[in-house]
């Protein structure tokens, strides 16, 4: 079945830095990739996502890569703000299965 | 429109004892899907219902047990609750038709004491 891993599992940056967090999956039949992000005390939040027919995708400060070649996708944060700080989730769908999620990254923005 | 709603927010059970979880998805999503939440495990999926139907199951003992009822909503038992068992449970709605958006809810926070 699918396995995703996610680095780093923790990420301090300083406000208005850029922040990187990268996922990688195993099954290459995988063709939508979503990022969450939650925040203490909250569910999951749908921040991102991106299908297997695209490279790049950009929302204002938030941007995902893929590379379907090496199995991985990257999401980047530009100009960090102290609101940022929260756990992100990766995760890789197929049809026909469920979506698995990496482990998640804490990322810390430091005012 | 209202998002995913989980109730209760919080349970505290002894182990033994039996829980029923319940979840509202979004207006017009006909799947809804459990996932466990715990810090050693991260987001593990339980299951997954479209139209009272179950679609897909992940490896949880049969303690765990879902349905769906015609209105979409669906409840979630857990059966001789163990220690275990202690876990944040969120809900994902999703309009079913696959390779698309999930939404979750904020989740019932269960302590099995």
């Known amino acids: 079945g699918e396995n995703v891993e996610q680095h780093p599992s923790t990420l301090s940056v300083q406000e208005g830095d850029s922040a990187v967090i990268k996922c990688t999956y195993s099954d290459s039949a995988s063709n939508y990739f979503p990022w969450y992000k939650q925040e203490l005390g909250k569910g999951p939040q749908l921040i991102i996502d991106i299908r297997s027919n695209v490279g790049e995708k950009k929302d204002q400060r938030i941007a995902v890569t893929l590379n379907k070649t090496a199995k991985h996708f990257s999401l980047h944060i530009t100009e960090t703000q102290p609101e940022d700080s929260a756990v992100y989730f990766c995760a890789a769908w197929n049809y026909g299965q469920n979506f698995v999620f990496g482990p998640g990254t804490r990322l810390s923005v430091l005012p | 429109k209202a998002g995913v709603t989980q109730t209760p927010r919080y349970l505290i059970k002894t182990r033994g004892q039996q829980v029923t979880l319940s979840c509202s998805p979004i207006?017009?999503?006909?799947?809804v899907s459990w996932y466990q939440q715990t810090p050693g495990q991260g987001l593990q999926f339980l299951f997954e219902y479209f139209s009272e139907t179950q679609r897909n199951k992940g490896n949880f003992p049969g303690r765990f047990s879902g349905r769906q009822f015609s209105n979409s909503r669906s409840e979630m038992n857990v059966s001789t609750l163990e220690l275990g068992d202690s876990a944040l449970y969120l809900c994902a709605s999703s309009s079913g038709q696959g390779n698309e958006k999930l939404f979750f809810g904020s989740g019932t926070q269960l302590s099995v004491l």
């Open positions: 207006s017009g999503h006909r799947s």
